[in-house]
């Protein structure tokens, strides 16, 4: 992967040559700049969470919910179908809402 990072990288430099030196298409490089830079972006998500291929069972998009205001809230069930035992989600001191449209990977 540090192979595709150097290549895209060096592109990125080929690109901020280009937009010093060009005085027209500057609209063109500065696309191509951002699409290689989601392209890095998302290769670090790759590495950070080992989200690939072989290991992504399914993706989903939340759909709408049914009042606008309305939120999707993660639970933990403590392995009991009662509710009231059921505990939400807390992530660095955070409780996980979801919205319309978020997505949720689920690995195999």
């Known amino acids: 992967m540090e192979d595709i990072k150097k290549y895209i990288q060096s592109k990125l430099n080929n690109i901020e040559a280009e937009l010093k030196r060009a005085k ?12 290689l830079l989601d392209m890095l972006f ?3 998500i790759y590495e950070k969470y080992d989200i690939s291929r072989k290991n992504i069972d399914k993706i989903v998009i939340l759909s709408n919910t049914k009042t606008d205001i309305s939120e999707y809230r993660l639970m933990e069930d403590n392995d009991l179908d009662d509710r ?4 939400e989600l807390v992530i660095e001191e955070e409780k996980i ?4 449209n978020d997505i949720i990977i689920k690995k195999k």
Do not use: G, R
Request: hydrophobic share 35%; proline share 0%; charged share 15%.
């Open 97 to 100: 809402k979801l919205h319309s």
């Open 42 to 44: 998302l290769i670090e």
């Open 84 to 87: 009231q035992y059921w505990q």
């Open 24 to 35: 027209s298409n500057k609209v063109n490089f500065i696309a191509q700049k951002n699409q």
